[in-house]
Every structure is written in structure tokens, then in C-alpha cells.
């Protein structure tokens, strides 16, 4: 049942802190090159739920099944499934002890052993798109947050993941650099780069997403394509949800 | 005789002492050090045993005197053949003791100070690295120590300064340390001020030279800050 182009395969996803019950059940299958957007009101699991793909929270029920493998299992290589699975957070994470350029390289010789020099050649390359390579000698600190976002997407990108993980990845920056981050996101989802971005930014979802999760009280109260979400909402809590955000001048 | 007399006639003794006092601290510096890690380490551990024996250690070295501790190892220890000989006019045998109880002591404290640097490490940091493929101790290793060193690095030179000081208590047991030859020194001159004085000034020195190197260790550390 795991047809090639299958990427996540989410089964009963159920997810508990104590006894507040967070993820309450999410079905739904992830592919190849999509891009998929996940929205909804805060507190609704959207965060949770992305870190569950990345195992980064443990599941209390269900089944995550990552290329055919059930990475839920006992026992899992869950290092092993986090090479393949790039990750961006709200608040950056650089590494603050290190440079800008070891940022990027540190998975790539510490993970995959790349020998330095070609893993120097490559980060400068990648830091070079997103036009920040006079910055590689630079510390974190001394970084805008939207040099340090695009510093992270560059860090995931790095390590060559199937899918690119982003857990509101504008939400902690300033109103004037978000458009440099979302342009970077932008410009990977043309290239093909499978993502899954939790976000607030309505504008991005519409016009970057492939497909729109809606999620509410802990699940996916409905899914779509942008315009099925957007312009004809089903879902009376979807409808609520639009009209709260979407706001018209 | 005035507190410079006493110091040319007998400074050989002052010195002999000193020597003894800064290789002994030395030792326990680094070994308390390296084992504090250790246990610190073993606090942050998942597993029960693991943190539960951790806890202990410290609860049992820090709820009793290190003089205690000093003579329980010295006692306790009895039947360890300890080496013969001596290095630098240090008897091996009796000094090796002090420097085992003087380290156990100053794990449990550096411990302590490393776990609460450890833990004032943002967990984004150790999420991030996890992210990318790191095992555990990896981003132990690579992320988190080399921040956890920064945010430590004043309260362990508390701890390697009190080290040199409680040193002092190795003359219980007859080890030729800097008070141990302050003592031979009063006997011999019935002048005990002035002898005071001497060994308060050679302790000064050291935790004053001790404090400048770690200052520019500091300051060699704070490069990621500007």
C-alpha cells in the first residue's frame, strides 16, 4: 500500500502531555513534492503534530510510517530517521556556540562524516544562495532574526533531507523580515523540496501550498486544496477560523 | 624576629610546602573536575539507576565534613598498597590518600555546578542538533558542553580556589603541604603571627595567579557574544 511516491504515511496519531490531550486521532498521508501547509487556531496541535514527524515528540498512540518503515516502532534508529528529515523552529536554534559556516557543516561531518573541505565547499555554496556567505566567520549573535532563519533553513537543507520540517518558521521575527524567509521557502518549493510548514501567514499558504491542513481541537477538521480552503470552506470551524484571520481592509 | 627574617631563615620550608599544596591541588583540580563531569553527567541520565546514584554521592559527600571524608579514605584505604617512594619530596603514600579524598570531595561540588550548566543551555539547542541527525552525545559533546563551559566557568574557579584552600586539612595526616611547614616553622621560631602571615600571603598569590588565568579563559571563551 506504500506507493512509491508516499513519503509519511500518518495512522491514529494520538499525542498526551499528562492528562491534556493534545493530538486526538490524525489520519493522512504526506507525498513526494507536495507542499503541505498546516493552519489553525492556537493550541490546535499544529506544532505538536509537526514534531511528532521528526519524533522529536513521542507519540502516545499510532503509527508514523516514514518511506515504508513504521518509525513508531520500539527500538527505531530515530537519529538515522532524522537525517532525512530537515527541521526549522520558531526560534532558530542556531548553534550559538559555533560560526555560521560550522553551523552548516557540523551535521555534515559530524552525521555523515563529509571529509571538511567539501563540506565547507558545499555550505559556502548553499550560504551563497540565500546571500549570506559573507557571514560564515559571523556568531549567531550577531545575526538579524531573519539572517538567523534563513542561516537554519540553510543548516537543514544542508544534510540533503527528503522532506524539510517548518514549525512557524516567521512567527519570532520582525514584521519587515518576513518576506526574506518566506522568499527562501518560496523558492525551495519550486525546486520540488518536499515541506510541511506550519504557519500563520495566510498569504503564503494560499500561494505556496499544495495542500491545506486545517487542524482543530487536536485534529484535521478538513483538508484541500488552497482554493477548495479558502474560497469554500466546508467546515463551520474552518469558516470561523478564515474569517478571524483573514482580515479585510 | 619580624615577618621578613622569618621568611630568609626558613623560606625553604614556605616553598617545599607551597610545591606540595599546588601539585596536590592540581591533581584534585583536574581529576575532580573530569570525575565532576562525570557524575554530572550520570544526574542527567535518563536512566533511574544511573541519576539515583548520582544523587546520592552528592548528598552523602556534601552532608559531611571533608575532614571526615579525609580520615574515612585514609582509614578505609588501609590495605591498598599505595606505591612506594616519593615525587618531589611528596611521599606517595600518604599524599595519594589525601589527593583521592580531596577529589571525591570537589566531584560532588563541580557536579553540581556543571549540571546547572548544563541545564541553563536553551533546550532549543539540543533540539535543533537532535534535528539534525546527532545522536544524544553528540549534541552533548558538540552543542551543549562547549555552551554549558561558558555559563560555569565562574562558579568552578569558586570551586578550583576553594580546592587550594581546603587543601590545608592534608597536614592532618602528616603530608608536608604549605600549613604542615608553616607549623615546623612556628615551633621552631615561638613566633606564630608572622608565620601566618607568610602562608596567608603564598595562598593569596596562587588563587590571585589562578584567578587572572582563568579570567583570560573567560574572556578567550566570550568570542561567540559580541
Known amino acids: 500500500m506504500t506507493a512509491d511516491n508516499v513519503l509519511f504515511e500518518i495512522k491514529g496519531l494520538k499525542k498526551n502531555f499528562g492528562d491534556l490531550e493534545v493530538l486526538k486521532g490524525i489520519h493522512t498521508t504526506i507525498r513526494k513534492g507536495e507542499v503541505v501547509v498546516v493552519i489553525g487556531p492556537s493550541g490546535s496541535g499544529k506544532s505538536t503534530f509537526i514534531r511528532c514527524l521528526n519524533l522529536l515528540e513521542t507519540p502516545t498512540e499510532g503509527q508514523i510510517f516514514f518511506e515504508g518503515s513504521c518509525i513508531t516502532d520500539k527500538g527505531y534508529a530515530v537519529h538515522k530517521h532524522r537525517e532525512k528529515v530537515g527541521m526549522v523552529f520558531q526560534q532558530f536554534n542556531l548553534f550559538n556556540n559555533l560560526t555560521i559556516l560550522e553551523n552548516v557543516t557540523i551535521s555534515l561531518k559530524k552525521v555523515k562524516k563529509v571529509p571538511a573541505p567539501a563540506a565547507e565547499e558545499k555550505a559556502r555554496a548553499l550560504l551563497r544562495r540565500v546571500g549570506l556567505e559573507d557571514k560564515a566567520d559571523a556568531y549567531p549573535a550577531q545575526l538579524s532574526g531573519g539572517q538567523k532563519q534563513r542561516i537554519a533553513i540553510v543548516r537543514a537543507m544542508a544534510m540533503e533531507p527528503d522532506v524539510m520540517l517548518f514549525d512557524e518558521p516567521t512567527s519570532a521575527l520582525d514584521p519587515e523580515m518576513v518576506g526574506e524567509v518566506l522568499s527562501v521557502i518560496q523558492d525551495l518549493a519550486k525546486e520540488g523540496v518536499t515541506m510541511v510548514v506550519v504557519t500563520h501567514e495566510m498569504g503564503f499558504a494560499k500561494k505556496v501550498g499544495t495542500r491545506i491542513l486545517f487542524m482543530d481541537g487536536g485534529v484535521i477538521a478538513e483538508e484541500g486544496t488552497p482554493q477548495q480552503i479558502f474560497e469554500d470552506p466546508q467546515n463551520e470551524r474552518t469558516k470561523d477560523f478564515l474569517s478571524k484571520v483573514i482580515h479585510v481592509i | ?226
Open chain 2, 1 to 226: 624576629m619580624g615577618i621578613t627574617e622569618i621568611f630568609l631563615n626558613y623560606y625553604q620550608y614556605f616553598l617545599r610546602g607551597t610545591q606540595t599544596t599546588v601539585i596536590v591541588s592540581l591533581i584534585t583540580v583536574l581529576l575532580g573536575t573530569v570525575l565532576g563531569c562525570l557524575i554530572a553527567l550520570l544526574r542527567l541520565s535518563r536512566f533511574r539507576l544511573c541519576s539515583g546514584f548520582a544523587k546520592l554521592y552528592i548528598t552523602v559527600i556534601r552532608g559531611t565534613p571533608l575532614l571526615v571524608q579525609l580520615y574515612i579514605v585514609y582509614y578505609q584505604l588501609h590495605f591498598i598498597p599505595w606505591p612506594e617512594g616519593s615525587i618531589l619530596g611528596v611521599e606517595l603514600a600518604r599524599v595519594m590518600p589525601c589527593i583521592l579524598a580531596l577529589s571525591m570531595n570537589s566531584t560532588a561540588y563541580v557536579a553540581e555546578v556543571i549540571r546547572s550548566g548544563i541545564q541553563a543551555v536553551d533546550f532549543g539547542q539540543t533540539e535543533a542538533a537532535l534535528s539534525c541527525g546527532m545522536t544524544r552525545t553528540q549534541a552533548m559533546v558538540n552543542i551543549i558542553l562547549p555552551q554549558a563551559v561558558k555559563n560555569i566557568l565562574p562558579a568552578l574557579g569558586n570551586e578550583f580556589v576553594t580546592m587550594i584552600k581546603e587543601t590545608s586539612i592534608i597536614q592532618y595526616l602528616g603530608v608536608g603541604d604549605l600549613m604542615y611547614n608553616n607549623g615546623i616553622v612556628v615551633t621552631a621560631t615561638y613566633n606564630p603571627l608572622p608565620c601566618y602571615y607568610i602562608s596567608a600571603i603564598i595562598y593569596l598569590t596562587l588563587n590571585i595567579v589562578l584567578g587572572k588565568g582563568l579570567d583570560l579563559f573567560e574572556r578567550r571563551m566570550k568570542c561567540s557574544d559580541r
